[in-house]
Structure formats: C-alpha cells, structure tokens
C-alpha cells in the first residue's frame, strides 16, 4: 500500500558516517504504523533487523550498532532515518526500510552501503 523511497547510501571509510533515509508515499501518517525499521542483507548473509521505531517513538537497536546508529522519523516530512556512525567494513550491505501494519507491509528498494578503505 506504501511506496517507500530510499536514499542516502554509497561508499564510506571506516569510521564515517552516512544518512538513510526512507520517503514514505501514499500513506497518512507514517506515525500510525507500528512495524517501521531498517533491516540489512549481506551476500550470503540472513536479512537483519538492524533498528526498529514503533508508532509511539520507542527504539531498538540490534547488538551490534548499539551506540553506533539512530533511527528517527520526521513525522510532517512522512520520512524516516537511519543514521549511520562509526561505521564498519562488516556494515557493509544493501540496507532497506519497511513499515507496517496490521494489513501489510512495505519495503523500500534498498540502498548499498560499502564501508572500505
């Protein structure tokens, strides 16, 4: 039902930093979906949820980007974010976007992000 758009990756050294961000279309208020996060894909590699935002603004973040990565959303801008700090060669993947709800579920197209020197 959403379309989600996706920006902000590319390649970035070890230790930087980048910004995803995810435009949400066609939808109300992204603030009325309860399943809003960023989950990662390296090749060979299982689908990870890297960070989650509930409707109420709560936070989680997986193990690994703990104190490293922050999720927001600018409600007006129906946009969410994921900043990325401190980044790591093994942060390397294609990063999506996703909300839902209780009818369905939408992805964005994903995003490469290549940490390298």
């Known amino acids: 039902q959403a379309q989600l758009t996706e920006s902000g990756g590319g390649l970035v050294q070890p230790g930087g930093s980048l910004r995803l961000s995810c435009a949400a279309s066609?939808?109300?208020?992204?603030?009325?979906?309860?399943?809003s996060g960023w989950y990662r894909q390296a090749p060979g590699k299982q689908r990870e949820l890297v960070a989650s935002?509930?409707?109420?603004?709560?936070?989680d973040y997986a193990d690994s980007v703990k104190g490293r990565f922050a999720i927001s959303r600018d409600i007006a801008k129906n946009t969410m974010y994921l900043q990325m700090n401190t980044l790591k060669p093994e942060d390397t993947a294609v990063y999506y976007c996703?909300?839902?709800?209780?009818?369905?579920?939408?992805w964005g197209q994903g995003t490469q992000v290549t940490v390298s020197s």
């Open positions: 935002i509930s409707a109420g603004g709560s936070t």
């Open positions: 066609r939808i109300r208020s992204i603030s009325s979906f309860s399943n």
């Open positions: 996703s909300i839902g709800n209780n009818v369905g579920v939408s």
